[in-house]
């Protein structure tokens, strides 16, 4: 017996098919007692062979009609007992008795098939066609012509009992027929019904997201906002230290600051707003740095990257070790009349790591040991939170960081 399973087909399609199984057992049972009596009275006075046939149906009939009279639920059992046993006594019927003609026994078989198909399962169905039509065709090779030679006219009283018999056989052949379309125009109903609901719930949701994501565009464009405000506030503070260090240190705050406001006004001018094109950010990042620097000093640069989009959790700690290498590498490495440059290369190695390869061609000072490092500090801060490595070289043509950061995002976008 092939289930159906509740999770692929709405309960409710279920239920009313279960309704007409039980329909089908009771109607098929009462059908077959009243078809099969009478058939088993006109053939009493034909042959005992046709008569212990349909007595034998006779005698199905009315046990199944009993099961279901005693308990409705058993209808799959009298399924079973009418698909088998009318199977057996149909191919046993072709085999065994020559002397009358088997003009319905065929059709007797299309319903067994279509009952199993109906009621058991694809599975059953198909076997039992596969026996259908093998009875079907040893009958016609080896007894049909033996059948022709010894079958005689019928009487108007094998008539009609023959008739009889077809229209019990066409009859619940068209029932069945009349369960299908039935069962399929409910199904389509209901399916109709369904989509409605899933497409009415589905107008809901993209009104709600696209409701969210307006209030997460203006939640950035504030913050963007509040930050520049901060950024604001910075600059004037420092127009009023005269102290260059210091004034210094309040421009490393501001590209810090900086850095976090531009990656709000990009998820807020982006239409994906948990991830941001990471060659568009580093290239409009790096330049806001070098406008902004005080040394004044014009450097070249690069960025390939290999990768298209970060999202936040690793964006965020990679753009602020950026801004510490490029804003080092202005404040230290580079020699006044040297043609300074700075490389970045982001790619991709195993999944979920990042590569980032930053280097220039200037030496850096070396950093007095009573001398504040708070961005070398921030730089090892933010390696250790994405759980990676650093290592640096100090060549004869230049200064290289080496980093393997690990991607904190499950939903990063690889090029």
Known sequence: MRTLESGSIPDEVVTYLEELRVKLAFRMSILFLCVFGILSYTRYFESMESFSMMAVATVISAVCLLIMRMNSANYMLVFYIYSICGYIIVAFSLMMYHVRIHLVDVLWLMTVVFLAFFTLGRRLGLI???????????????????QIRIQQELTSYQQVSLLIEFI????LNFYLFYLFLELNRYSVNKLLEFFDRIKDQNTRILQQNDEKTILIREVHHRVKNNLQIVVSLLRMQSQEVENPEFRML?????NRIMAMS??????????NLSQIRVGDYFNEMVR???????TGQEVAYEIQTEVDRIGLKTLIPVGLLVNELVSNSLKHAFDENQQ???DIRIRKCEEGWLDITYSDNGMWKPVQENEASFGLVLIDTLVEQLDGTKEVRMEQEGTCYQFRLKNQEEQDVWA
């Open 250 to 254: 309040f421009q490393e705050s501001v």
């Open 340 to 342: 300074a440059r700075i």
């Open 168 to 171: 019990a056989a066409f009859s």
């Open 262 to 271: 531009l990656i709000h006004q990009k998820l807020y001018q982006n239409d």
């Open 128 to 146: 039992l066609l596969f026996f259908a039509v093998s009875i079907i065709g040893v009958f016609v090779f080896l007894y049909l012509n033996r």
């Open 288 to 294: 806001e740095i070098m406008n902004l620097s005080i």
